[in-house]
């Protein structure tokens, strides 16, 4: 399917204003799931035991996913924010200690800092990357903050050169949520390595998946060794331990031999995955780069994507448009995807507004003051979004419709 000419585009009607769909075929899928994991199930069923201790997908799990990434350890978990929650235990992040992370995120990224006891603290975004701004970072660093939290959002690394530089400067442990830059690089090394610890999710809605899962990645033996405890209620499982001795509070996020086994194939797929996904929306990129009104997503400069969403910003006085009348008319068109992603940031939800966590009791962030305002980046970038959605089955016919479909309601709106 050839492109249509800038001409022929814009003399079309878009299909909210009685014209007809860009999008006129099925969009390209695959099965997710399929012999290749149950063969891994099969063979953790017949080790007659499910506990991570005594099978042994966890543990292959662990090597095989740190082998790639080129570290030493890999700690399995029940979830992403379980590996969020054990890397801020590793780090030793306790009561009134401040963590700085970016205020457009998934809650799991923030109820772990809250469950230490500590206080988050947001950081203004970057207007075209998503990612957290490192002067942003720096202007928020007080006597109190132990850690940076940087969340690699779509897909996309923060600047971690700086980052690194900032945490290097003011002592403070570096973590990265990596949960949706399954296959990202930044200056050539994968995201979770550049940092102290590295956190990914094997939830149903990541680049791979074993229904929910999570894990751990690190160069440091002494955090290694503090994360397996963080796992598992500070128990050791180590064979001349004879007693149940904990030292410090761990919960219960360990992961089952089912859940290992499924990562494990999906582990296999994850290069074509990621591969088919970067050629699609790089092209989707360089075709919607030069329409009036509407900015692309900026990889952050060093990073290779691995593009879990593609998420683009509508500049209302250029196209003519906000970024809900562009929302509706584009899914007139068939194409999949919504505005303001999250909504609002993660400050003004109820349980930061009204510091809320917990029934009663004053905790550490209570003083904290959050409000609308805090991060008016983020909060226009939130404004002003729309996310379409990406798959690695996507097709180039779908691409070429898709193109086709943004084309058409912007050449609308420009022109109306």
Not at 25 to 38: M, N, Q, V
């Amino acid at each position: 399917m050839t492109i249509d000419t800038p001409e022929k585009i814009m003399a079309e009607t878009p299909a909210l204003f009685g014209g007809e769909p860009a999008k006129k075929s099925p969009w390209g899928t695959e099965k997710r799931y399929g012999d290749a994991e149950l063969q891994e199930l099969k063979e953790a069923l017949d080790q007659d035991t499910l506990f991570y201790a005594y099978g042994k997908k966890a543990g292959q799990l662990e090597q095989e996913f740190a082998a790639r990434n080129g570290v030493r350890f890999g700690v399995v978990c029940s979830s992403g924010t379980s590996a969020i929650h054990s890397a801020m235990m590793a780090a030793g992040i306790s009561p009134g200690d401040e963590v700085i992370t970016s205020p457009v995120t998934d809650m799991g990224s923030i109820a772990p800092i809250l469950f230490q006891g500590a206080i988050p603290v947001f950081a203004d975004l970057h207007p075209h990357s998503y990612t957290i701004s490192p002067d942003s970072v720096e202007a928020n660093i007080t006597p109190r903050t132990k850690a940076v939290l940087a969340v690699h959002l779509w897909g996309n690394a923060c600047d971690m050169n700086a980052l690194l530089d900032i945490c290097n400067r003011h002592n403070l442990t570096l973590i990265e949520d990596c949960a949706q830059a399954f296959g990202c690089t930044y200056d050539g090394k994968p995201v979770g390595t550049i940092g102290r610890m590295g956190c990914f999710s094997f939830n149903e809605f990541k680049h791979i998946a074993c229904g929910d899962g999570g894990i751990i990645i690190t160069d440091d033996e002494a955090l290694a060794s503090k994360l397996r405890l963080s796992t598992d209620k500070c128990y050791s499982r180590d064979e001349k331990a004879t007693i149940r001795d904990p030292w410090f509070l761990a919960n219960n996020y360990r992961m089952t031999e089912l859940q290992a086994a499924v990562a494990l194939a999906q582990l296999k797929k994850l290069d074509s995955i990621v591969a088919r996904r970067r050629k699609w929306c790089t092209a989707l990129s360089k075709e919607l780069s030069a329409i009036k009104g509407i900015s692309v997503p900026q990889p952050t400069p060093g990073c290779d994507p691995s593009w879990w969403f593609y998420m683009l910003r509508v500049d209302e006085k250029l196209l003519g448009a906000n970024v809900d009348e562009f929302t509706e008319a584009v899914k007139a068109e068939g194409l999949s995807g919504g505005a303001h992603y999250t909504g609002r940031c993660i400050y003004e939800y109820p349980v930061m507004l009204d510091h809320s966590a917990f029934d009663h009791a004053s905790h550490a962030y209570s003083a904290q003051k959050y409000a609308h305002g805090l991060c008016p980046t983020a909060e226009e970038i939130l404004d002003t979004c729309f996310i379409h959605a990406c798959h690695e089955a996507f097709t180039e016919q779908d691409l070429q419709e898709v193109i086709h479909g943004f084309k058409k309601v912007a050449a609308w709106f420009n022109n109306r």
